[in-house]
């Protein structure tokens, strides 16, 4: 049986729409990049992640990045594999290893940050910086929305 009725959409479904289809090329443009180096976006993720706050647990990276810590101690063990990272126990309870970068590490992960900051300058250079801080705002808004959803 054909429907003649017309979904309407949502108040702001066209801006979401706008929104995750940015998003995914956004995503798209530095996996490009990103495989030039032969990393993966996860990867490079992790080695921030850990660049940032070295001696982090599998679990507290897993926590810090939202990824269940199963697929974060497979990304570690490939990322150990090519020399990247170092797993290190914990002096304070051995059945954690701390993570840190090896000197490797740290060059890839300087050169991956440059691509990344490259794509962010080109999303940043159609905005004035009132857009850039409104768009923040707004964005952290509607991340906290989204936050009360999954609360109820």
């Given at each position: 049986m054909k429907s003649d009725k017309i979904l309407e959409k949502a108040r702001g479904f066209d801006v979401w729409l706008t929104v995750g289809r940015t998003n995914l090329?956004?995503?798209r443009t530095l996996n490009l990049a990103l495989g030039e180096l032969g990393l993966s976006l996860a990867q490079h993720e992790i080695l921030l992640a850990i660049r940032q706050t070295s001696g982090l647990t599998q679990k507290q990276l897993s926590?810090?990045?939202l990824v269940?810590?199963?697929n974060v101690s497979a990304l570690i063990k490939?990322?150990?594999g090519r020399g990247l990272v170092l797993r290190e126990p914990?002096?304070?309870d051995t059945r954690n290893r701390l993570l840190s970068l090896t000197k490797a590490g740290r060059d890839l992960v300087q050169e991956s940050l440059a691509r990344q900051n490259e794509i962010i300058d080109a999303m940043a250079s159609v905005m004035s910086d009132e857009e850039l801080v409104k768009t923040g705002e707004v964005?952290?808004?509607v991340s906290e929305a989204i936050d009360q959803l999954q609360q109820e």
């Open positions: 090329k956004v995503h926590e810090k990045l269940v810590k199963s490939k990322l150990e914990d002096p304070s964005m952290r808004r």
